[in-house]
């Protein structure tokens, strides 16, 4: 009977693939994800607590996304040249570190520094994923992505209640400490189960990086993805960064009453695993179309009528989650289909706009807020996926259908 690590050694595929495997990745790409999340309810506990202004408060979740996006391309590219579990590791240690350090620090400019490193280092999930891909058969890439994004969605979902819930009741340097805790336990068990893989590639670590522009401008599925979901997220994190501002100035919601929100906000992940095998069964156009047009939708209970209160931000959070991980999901498989061997610098493009997005969203949130309330943080935030879809229905709708006939698997 082969071991988890020898199914995982070399260029094993399907058979190395268990159900088990699979669900270890799901859970470790969560864990790990979880990190760059925590602190973005509980940024009006931290910020007093270490004499931040409102503004700068903000950029501690910004920081921590363009931490992410610069860990993104200049680190999971590697993974395309050098031994992936040793990779990965090394970046967890460091994650474990900055976590650890965010716990203790008092200084305001310190833990912004931390933040950055927080958000560099927790790239590690993002050397997993085209990991899982590599070991998926070709028929059933979309079904394992899916399942894996399904369990990275959910962390980044279930982070922010917990966070909430954890600070309210013993404070915000508990979140971190518990999460260097966790990363030390997964990195633990990930180091005992997943064997060794050395990519086939071989180059010096410029020739990587500078591979990085010859994709982007060679593979126009590649620039399309990374368009949509880049302004898909940059909606989801506008949204997500904002709303504890909302419900606490707005609705007077206690941290753990924001956290059951956040929880029921994470229904949405659902969406990861739907969308993994309507890839497979070639209906990503429709889906795309689908997940777009959902994105653009989320925000009209507020804009329509914002008598709605908690009701209809609900809503919002619930279909704007849906549609950002469908839309995700969609992207990461058709990618993968483009070039295997490129699976890791092509994966580091796409996540690196999604956080690029990401960090634009978060960056925005409390300059939107103080200006001009929910109002206009949810009119900007529509204005991202609108211009998604636009894009979409007048330049991607030929790309996307060439790609999914490509990757459809033969009759």
């Known amino acids: 009977m082969s071991t988890p690590s020898s199914a995982l050694a070399g260029h094993g595929k399907a058979a190395g693939l268990t159900q088990g495997l699979i669900a270890l990745f ?33 950029l501690i979740v910004s920081l921590t996304q363009i931490g992410y996006a610069l860990g993104l391309f200049f680190i999971v590219p590697l993974g395309d040249l050098l031994e992936n579990r040793k990779l990965m590791i090394a970046t967890a240690v460091v994650s474990i570190a900055s976590l650890a350090a965010a716990s203790v620090l ?60 954890v600070a309210g009741h013993f404070g915000w340097r508990v979140v971190f400490a518990g999460a260097a805790v966790v990363m030390t336990i997964v990195t633990t068990v990930l180091a005992f189960t997943i064997a060794p893989r050395k990519p086939d590639h071989r180059a ?26 880049g302004l898909m997220f940059a909606s989801f994190s506008l949204f997500w960064t904002a709303v504890p501002i909302e419900l606490t100035r707005h609705y007077g919601l206690s941290q753990t009453a924001i956290g059951v929100f956040a929880l029921v906000g994470a229904i949405g992940a659902t969406s990861a695993p739907v969308a993994g095998r309507l890839a497979d069964a070639g209906h990503s156009l429709r889906a795309t179309l689908v997940a777009l047009v959902a994105g653009a939708l989320a925000f ?38 483009l070039h295997a061997a490129s699976r890791n610098r092509l994966n580091a493009l796409y996540m690196t706009s999604i956080f690029v997005g990401g960090a634009i969203g978060s960056a925005l949130a409390s300059v939107l807020y103080e200006h001009g309330g929910w109002p206009l943080v949810a009119g900007v935030a529509m204005a991202f996926p609108v211009v998604a879809l ?10 996307v259908r060439n790609q999914a006939a490509r990757a459809a698997p033969s009759a």
Do not use: K
């Not at 509980?42 to 910020?47: D, F, K």
């Open 26 to 58: 799901a859970f470790s790409c969560g864990a790990i994800v979880a990190n760059l999340y925590y602190a973005q309810p509980i940024t009006e506990l931290i910020g007093p607590s270490l004499q931040m202004s409102d503004g700068t408060a903000s």
């Open 204 to 229: 010096t670590y410029f020739e990587l990086i500078g591979s990085l522009l010859h994709l982007g401008r060679t593979m126009p599925v590649l620039r399309h993805r990374a368009l949509y979901q």
């Open 106 to 165: 008092h200084s305001a400019g310190a833990f912004l520094a931390v933040s950055l490193l927080v958000g560099f280092s927790s790239v590690a999930v993002q050397i997993l994923i085209p990991l899982a891909a590599h070991l998926a058969p070709d028929h059933s890439r979309g079904r394992v992505v899916g399942t894996v994004m399904g369990g990275l969605l959910l962390g980044i979902l279930l982070s922010r209640p917990l966070s909430s819930i």
């Open 390 to 399: 636009l894009h979409f229905l007048a330049v991607g709708r030929p790309h």
């Open 300 to 337: 009209a209970p507020a804009l329509v009528h914002p008598a709605w209160g908690v009701a209809g931000l609900v809503v919002t959070g619930i279909v704007l989650d849906f549609a950002a991980q469908m839309n995700m999901v969609l992207g990461q498989r058709e990618i993968y289909a």
